[in-house]
Every structure is written in structure tokens, then in C-alpha cells.
């Protein structure tokens, strides 16, 4: 089974800032997908980036970009330019590429807060 | 406009109750998920539904049950309700199993009195 590890409870930094989310995962699997997905208080679940394993090429969106590291089995998600309304949970996934309908293995997620 | 809509945002019952929430994608998708998110904010799967083939977490109890009348609908049926039942509710759906993205609804925030 595959385990997701959010080292960060919990980040505050001052608005403008770049911040780093760290995730590690293990998994046997060659192939597989990655994601990012942002919690605010509204609750709603959004996607901030996905990753393809095969891909070697870090995805990026605008202010986010993922440092992928396939070997070392490590997935950050870098926020440059933090604004207020970046404050939320953020949650780390990782997703077989099986075909077994699995669903998505998460991590605990990381509070993160943006300071005026 | 909402691509994954679920009813209701809230719910408030007593234990033995039963009790569903009901879910809808119009994405076309042909796979739709169950999440369960506790009091820590840990989220985890449930159930996952697709081509009418439904993969269930083992740690489930059976007192859940997923119904899905048709591709765009994928309900949550609770029987007994218990305390520990108590959490926010997740549907999600994929067009792709496991390799696309997963949209989710707004959760409905279940109580257990």
C-alpha cells in the first residue's frame, strides 16, 4: 500500500513570500500520479497541480511549481508571491495509475497560513 | 454550473438513524468516489464506483452503502448511524480511473448526537 508524509503541520509566512510544502510518498509502483490540492475554510477541495511520474518535467501553474524527485520519492509544492488567500490546508495525493480505482491516498496536509 | 454537487451541506441526526447523501456529477465522468474527512482533517477513501464496478475500502463498515441509479449520480447510504460517523463527506469524480483528476463537491458535514 502507498503512504503520503506531510512533515508540516503547520507554515505561517508574511504575504509576498515564497513558501516550500514538503511531501514524501512511498510507493513499488514506476507509474503513477501526483497531486496537490488546496482546503480553505469554505472546505471546498481544489486542485492546485498535477504531476505525471513518467514525466520528468516539474509541472507548474502560475505562482505553484512542484519540485518532483522521483528517486528520493519527494513532491514539493513551492507558492511564490503568497497572497492571503493561499491561507488553507493543503493536502498531498498520490494515485496509482493501476487502473484498480483506488481512489486518492492523501496526506495529513499542512496549514498554511499567510500573514498580512 | 457546479460540476459536483452534493445534498445536503449539513446534517444533524441521531444515532440509529439512517440516513443518504446524495451526489451529482455533470462533467460526463465515468468514475465517481466516496472520501471520508475526520476531526484531524485526514482524508480517506471509501469507495470508488465506476462502469458499474464497485471497489470498497476494506475498512468500511457495511453499514455504508453506495447507490448509483445512473453514471452521473453516486449516493451514500448510512444505516445505524454511530458517533464515530461524524465527519465531512466527500463525492468525487474522474473520467479517467486513477490517472485523471479528481474533482470534488462542496462535502456535506455529517453530526452524530
Known amino acids: 500500500a502507498q503512504t503520503v508524509t506531510q512533515s508540516q503541520p503547520e507554515m505561517s509566512v508574511q504575504e509576498a513570500e515564497t513558501v516550500t510544502l514538503s511531501c514524501t510518498y512511498d510507493?513499488?509502483?514506476?507509474?503513477?500520479?501526483l497531486f496537490w490540492y488546496k482546503q480553505p475554510p469554505s472546505r471546498q477541495m481544489i486542485l492546485v497541480i498535477r504531476q505525471e511520474a513518467y514525466k520528468q518535467q516539474n509541472a507548474t501553474e502560475n505562482r505553484f511549481s512542484v519540485n518532483f524527485q522521483k528517486a528520493a520519492k519527494s513532491f514539493s509544492l513551492k507558492i511564490s508571491d503568497s497572497q492571503l488567500g493561499d491561507t488553507a490546508m493543503y493536502f498531498c495525493?498520490?494515485?496509482?495509475?493501476?487502473?484498480?480505482?483506488?481512489?486518492?491516498?492523501f496526506g495529513k496536509g499542512t496549514h498554511l497560513i499567510i500573514q498580512p | 454550473d457546479t460540476a459536483v454537487s452534493q445534498t445536503p451541506k449539513y446534517l444533524v441526526t441521531q444515532m440509529g438513524n439512517d440516513k443518504s447523501i446524495k451526489c451529482e456529477q455533470n462533467l460526463g465522468h465515468d468514475t465517481m468516489y466516496w472520501y471520508k474527512q475526520d476531526s484531524k482533517k485526514f482524508l480517506k477513501i471509501m469507495f470508488s464506483y465506476n462502469n458499474k464496478e464497485l471497489i470498497i475500502n476494506e475498512t468500511v463498515p457495511n453499514r455504508f452503502s453506495p447507490k448509483s441509479p445512473d453514471k452521473a449520480h453516486l449516493n451514500l447510504h448510512i444505516n445505524s448511524l454511530e458517533l464515530g460517523d461524524s465527519a465531512v463527506y466527500f463525492c468525487a469524480s474522474s473520467q479517467e480511473v486513477d490517472t485523471d483528476t479528481q474533482y470534488f463537491g462542496p462535502g456535506t458535514r455529517l453530526t452524530v448526537l
Open positions: 495525493a498520490f494515485s496509482s495509475s493501476g487502473g484498480g480505482a483506488d481512489g486518492l491516498t
Open positions: 510507493t513499488s509502483e514506476s507509474n503513477y500520479y
